[in-house]
């Protein structure tokens, strides 16, 4: 079996790179966000979109500053439900 070089790595070429294919369904008011991010995006393809967006999203959550902000707020809520403290929905 004939090898290829792949990132570093050998591999036979009749191997498959396997891939994680998951199927998502999405409401109306869910398209219609896609849609609208695809646009800011420039990207066409629904997947590609997803990807991109999924991207971004885990740089947001993972950076230390939105770090250092949910974990206030989880601490707050923590201490509000533990001294019994009403809490407030945003409107």
Do not use: C, H
């Not at 369904?25 to 849609?35: C, G, P, Q, V, Y």
């Not at 950076?63 to 601490?75: D, K, M, N, R, W």
């Amino acid at each position: 079996m004939p090898l290829m070089q792949e990132q570093g790595t050998f591999q036979r070429k009749d191997e498959e790179i396997s891939a994680d294919v998951i199927t998502v369904k999405i409401n109306a008011e869910e398209r219609a966000m896609l849609e609208e991010m695809k646009k800011i995006l420039e990207q066409d393809k629904d997947s590609t979109a997803l990807k991109q967006l999924a991207t971004m999203g885990a740089k947001v959550l993972l950076s230390p500053e939105i770090g250092y902000i949910l974990q206030t707020v989880f601490a707050n809520k923590r201490k509000n439900r533990r001294l019994g403290i009403v809490q407030y929905e945003l409107t």
